[in-house]
């Protein structure tokens, strides 16, 4: 069974500063991986995809992932963090299954402070 | 295009009682999830649904059903509430092409509250 790991349940960043929230999956196949964020009582927007080919995809709000296969990684970054990226990130995984099943880190709380 | 909307947004129901809830995917979306959040357990696949059939369900007791409609709306429904089914429930939807894993859209959920 696939899994999601997210090391970090808190970063504290400042504004301007640059920003890596880090992920690592365990499957035995090429893997879909995906970028959640969940503002404060809300749903989850998605912020990047990967599925295949060139593994530095780019998403919305300036947010980028690097796909990592040798170290099952699929870390977020962006280069200049606003205040209004404090929200709480989540990586996922979904397989090859023909499921639309998902299955989801412990999410990683990004405070921003000025 | 519409989002997925979830009814109703906010629900407060006692132990015992029984809970559906209900999900309108986005236009053309045949793929409706429903995923569990609560703090101590993150989020937690319930269970898939794709052209009215369950295709695929998550670890959950059989309190915890749904249904799709023709229309590919979706409900789900919480048999007999326990205090530990308090939760924020979400629904997402995909257009899945039946072949792999597609883009999922969540819904804002619903809060369910019990007491």
């Known amino acids: 069974a696939q899994s999601v790991t997210q090391p970090d349940i808190h970063i504290t960043v400042s504004e301007g500063a640059s920003l890596e929230l880090r992920c690592n999956y365990s499957?035995?196949?090429?893997?879909?991986l995906f970028w959640y964020v969940q503002s404060p009582g809300q749903g989850l927007q998605l912020l990047l995809k990967?599925?295949?080919?060139?593994?530095l995809v780019q998403g919305i709000k300036g947010f980028e992932a690097e796909f990592k296969r040798s170290q099952s990684s699929f870390n977020l970054r962006k280069p200049s963090v606003h205040w209004s990226d404090a929200a709480e990130y989540f990586c996922?995984?979904?397989?090859?299954?023909?499921?639309?099943?998902?299955?989801f880190g412990k999410g990683t709380m990004l405070l921003v402070s000025p | 295009k519409a989002g997925v909307t979830q009814t109703p947004r906010y629900l407060i129901k006692t132990r015992g009682q029984q809970v559906t809830l209900s999900c309108s995917p986005i236009?053309?979306?045949?793929?409706v999830s429903w995923y569990q959040q609560t703090p101590g357990q993150g989020l937690q696949f319930l269970f898939e649904?794709?052209?009215?059939?369950?295709?695929n369900k998550g670890n959950f007791p059989g309190r915890f059903s749904g249904r799709q409609f023709s229309n590919s709306r979706s409900e789900m429904n919480v048999s007999t509430l326990e205090l530990g089914d308090s939760a924020l429930y979400l629904c997402?939807?995909?257009?899945?092409?039946?072949?792999?894993?597609?883009?999922?859209?969540f819904g804002p959920g619903t809060r369910l509250t019990v007491l």
């Open positions: 236009s053309g979306h045949r793929s």
């Open positions: 649904y794709f052209s009215e059939t369950q295709r």
């Open positions: 499957y035995g196949a090429t893997p879909y």
């Open positions: 996922a995984v979904g397989t090859n299954s023909g499921y639309s099943t998902l299955t």
């Open positions: 997402a939807s995909s257009f899945l092409t039946g072949l792999n894993t597609d883009t999922q859209y």
């Open positions: 990967y599925f295949s080919g060139d593994t």
